[in-house]
């Protein structure tokens, strides 16, 4: 028996249908553990050099002490601990006071990223640090003017004297806030109790820092959280709602989605050649129970080659995938200068499960009717319509296929979204199809051109065959054109957010009477200032007369515990009325000139407050109170790195408070001497610099550009094999009309137009469907995953036919054309 199975598995693998399954198997396997490992490295790479902007890998930050052990922990574990205890006090030299923001830090601060400092007052050479001398304090720039001070001066901090020792260029965990008014100062957190600053009822931020291995930081997240209190929180670089956590997060998205796309593809070719293998058998089955082979020998035969083809082809896929890993990993670490760390066993195991779920879930259904087929089918060609079951076989299929997109995505909304449209694309395909069949087959007579005609004919009479195969073709067509406009347009528009010379300063604190003299002299530096906004912090009281809670989320209060949910802090409100850059209005109207105490809401900030439109809105600035009517709603896209504020107010009440400007700009490298100079000048300001964070989201989108290039290959792959399975599956057919029409004499030239005219209608439909699928799922990604503007990709409806016609006709042609080149006594041979 298992030598018959052996000499049948080398006769079909001559055939050609396991080759078929075994190349998509491999393709499967490898671009999964290519995929999974390339960008799982990537991933970790990106968050552990993301981990530089946190200064750890995890922090806990509370109001309070957090009376818990950490210290100890941290130390079994292995992992390395800082602490810090932030709080605003007055800092004084030489007669001048000034509020600062004191940080206080340990020795081992920071654990990741890097605190440059400088041993002089303005440029000069910054060195890398770690922790800070007891008696010696670190200052911001702008102290160094405000105080009128320099390194080696004395400064006092409560009841502490202190030696400036050092200015802060970059700090890792710096606060990514253009509204955070206070100058650092770092000092050493042993300093703190002889400044007798903290007091009860001080304002104070407590962060415990810990960094370390994955395994070890899991196993702290598994004892810190249950232990954590409610106003207490474990973050990370994917926590909060700041640019990088977000940019972070879209990364994985458009990574995980192209990855899908790529397994689908193979699994669709698995299926068109799985189905044609066992049409193919239809007979060969019905002649071993003729010769008295039973079932259980027939299933052993066919699942002894399933199961040889899958285990070989996974074997292949995962050697080959290491294989091309090695060039790749090369590549993407010199590109983006980053080290990969090693692939962990996640590679291996997605890539045998998928190899595993490919093989058998689109597979065992068509080879389970093949095994019913009866004996009488050697004598009556059509006795097994009734076993032959697509319906079942197309529900199974479509269940498999949604458990991988499950498995492989754990999204059920992206799940959704991909499976969904795919079964309207089907179904509109089935209908659209049938309607021009039917056109075809009623115009057909009026056609001139004889190759056309045929092809036409030839349409219409593989009807339920061309159904098939322009399903698979769509399919294919519709994935690939997914992954294209993803990797064009998507990234494209995410990289346009991030320009070439966009801002990477703020300054902020602009008085009225300086808004001139800074505008000429940025003016005749050539540096463009963006548009000054005025700013006024103010807190939200009370929404239509009733007041709000002032705790922060996450904090409680007996007093407030009742009250209608608050923003708990102060806002930044502004004025303008041009609508900010990438800011849409959502709902009502703008503000005007002619508008009076109105105001422009963030949505998100809205439906957090349950604001409605028209409602009012009390604000306190100072021991002053305003009331304003809500007249908008605005979405507003927080990763361009541009000034944007919940709240926006009609010009008329931000003339009745006095306010300082907040403005933006990009100051090229080497202008640091004139910019300190600047600084000298016009001690008030605050300047933010964001230059180092900027850099780090352009590097994330391009790691996404990257990765996505890779994927588009793969996807291009599977998407031709898709496409040769489907043309394969009509090769029987197409054999005996050629037959047919070469024995009433038809030309070899006439036959291979109509060919080409019969593939190049097929993939002009297939094209149509999918670039109109495409763009569904495109619209649906666009506004339900990644939460950006829905956008029309006009290329999609010129690409999609072209490549549409292009490919299956390319495709079509090589496979088909080859039957024309024998005459028809080798084709008689060959049918028999």
């Known amino acids: 028996m298992n030598s018959l199975i052996w000499r049948l598995f080398k006769a079909e693998l001559r055939r050609g249908e396991l080759t078929i399954i075994a190349a998509a198997i491999v393709l499967a396997v490898s671009s999964v553990w290519l995929f999974t490992s390339i960008t799982d490295r990537m991933e970790q790479a990106i968050f552990n050099k993301s981990g530089d902007f946190i200064a750890a890998d995890r922090v806990v930050r509370s109001a309070h002490p957090v009376e818990l052990p950490m210290a100890e922990q941290a130390q079994e574990l292995g992992l390395g601990y800082a602490e810090q205890l932030l709080f605003p006090s007055m800092v004084y030299a030489k007669d001048k006071l000034v509020l600062a923001s004191v940080k206080s830090v340990s020795s081992a601060y920071p654990l990741k990223g890097s605190l440059r400092i400088s041993q002089q007052k303005a440029a000069g050479e910054a060195q890398l640090r770690s922790g800070i001398q007891q008696g010696e304090a670190w200052l911001a720039e702008r102290l160094f003017y405000q105080l009128d001070i320099d390194i080696g001066d004395k400064l006092e901090i409560g009841e502490a004297e202190f030696v400036v ?77 700041s640019p990088l956590a977000n940019s972070l997060q879209r990364a994985q998205q458009f990574l995980l989605l192209a990855g899908l796309i790529g397994v689908l593809l193979a699994s669709a070719a698995i299926a068109v050649a799985s189905r044609l293998y066992c049409q193919r058998h239809y007979d060969t089955v019905a002649m071993f129970k003729v010769l008295g082979a039973s079932k259980q020998q027939i299933r052993r035969i066919y699942l002894g080659h399933l199961l040889t083809v899958m285990l070989i082809s996974i074997v292949i896929g995962i050697v080959l995938a290491m294989l091309l890993q090695w060039p790749v990993a090369h590549y993407i670490e010199k590109l983006l200068n980053i080290a990969l760390p090693s692939a962990g066993s996640l590679p291996y195991a997605m890539a045998v499960g998928s190899g595993i779920i490919c093989g058998v879930a689109f597979t065992l259904p068509t080879l389970a009717q093949l095994f019913d087929i009866a004996p009488l089918r050697v004598i009556r060609r059509n006795s097994d319509d009734a076993v032959v079951k697509p319906f079942w076989v197309g529900l199974w299929m479509l269940l498999s296929v949604f458990g991988l997109l499950l498995l492989y995505s754990r999204s059920l909304k992206l799940s959704l979204i991909l499976l969904g449209v795919g079964v309207l694309a089907v179904l509109a395909l089935l209908v659209i199809s049938q309607l021009l069949l039917w056109l075809a087959k009623k115009y057909a007579t009026r056609l001139s051109d004889l190759s056309l005609k045929i092809a036409v004919s030839s349409l219409y009479k593989r009807a339920k065959q061309n159904r098939v195969q322009l399903i698979g073709f769509t399919v294919a067509i519709k994935l690939a054109l997914v992954v294209w406009v993803i990797q064009q347009d998507l990234i494209s528009e995410w ?157 008329d009440i931000i003339q009745s408070f006095p306010s300082g400007y907040l403005t933006s700009f990009y100051l090229p490298d080497g202008s640091g001497e004139w910019m300190a100079d600047i600084m000298s000048r016009f001690p008030t300001l605050v300047l933010i610099n964001v230059k180092a964070l900027i850099e780090q989201l352009s590097q994330v989108v391009d790691q996404v550009a990257l990765a996505l290039r890779l994927v588009l290959v793969v996807v291009l792959l599977a998407s031709s094999l898709v496409l040769y399975a489907q043309v394969q599956s009509s090769l029987a057919e197409r054999r005996k009309q050629t037959v047919i029409l070469r024995t009433l004499g038809a030309s070899g030239k006439l036959l291979r137009n109509a060919v080409i005219y019969e593939f190049v209608i097929l993939g002009l439909l297939a094209g149509l469907i999918a670039a109109a699928a495409a763009q569904t799922v495109l619209v649906l990604l666009q506004l339900l995953v990644f939460e950006i503007k829905a956008t029309i990709s006009w290329d999609l409806w010129l690409l999609g036919p072209l490549a549409g016609m292009v490919l299956v006709a390319l495709m079509g042609a090589g496979a088909t054309l080859r039957l024309l080149k024998q005459n028809s006594a080798q084709l008689v041979r060959s049918l028999s």
Do not use: C
């Open 165 to 241: 020792s050092g200015r802060i260029v970059n700090e890792p965990d710096a606060p990514f806030s253009v509204f955070m008014t206070a100058p650092r100062v770092i000092i050493s957190i042993d300093d703190v109790v002889k400044t007798q600053v903290v007091q009860p009822g001080s304002r104070l931020a407590y962060r415990y820092m810990f960094a370390g291995a994955d395994e070890q930081l899991e196993r702290l997240e598994d004892w810190l959280k249950p232990l954590l209190k409610e106003n207490q929180r474990l973050i990370t670089v994917r926590s909060g709602n």
């Open 495 to 651: 990289q346009q957010q991030l320009p070439e010379g966009a801002p990477n300063h703020f300054m902020y604190n602009i008085s009225e009477q300086q808004k001139p003299q800074l505008t000429e002299r940025f003016t005749q530096q050539g540096i463009e200032l963006s548009p000054m906004y005025p700013m006024l912090r103010g807190r939200l009281v009370a929404i239509n007369g009733e007041a709000v809670s002032q705790q922060r989320e996450g904090e409680y209060s007996e007093k407030d515990s009742s009250r209608r949910r608050g923003a708990g802090r102060e806002l930044n409100l502004s004025s303008t009325l041009n609508l900010p850059y990438r800011n849409e209005i959502v709902a009502g109207e703008w503000l005007s000139p002619s508008s009076v105490a109105q105001a422009s809401v963030e949505q998100d900030f809205a439906e957090r407050l349950d604001i409605k439109l028209n409602d009012s809105l009390r604000f306190m600035v100072g021991s002053q109170q305003f009331e304003v009517k809500v007249s908008s709603f605005r979405s507003i896209d927080w990763n361009t790195m541009q000034p944007n504020f919940f709240v926006l107010l009609s010009p």
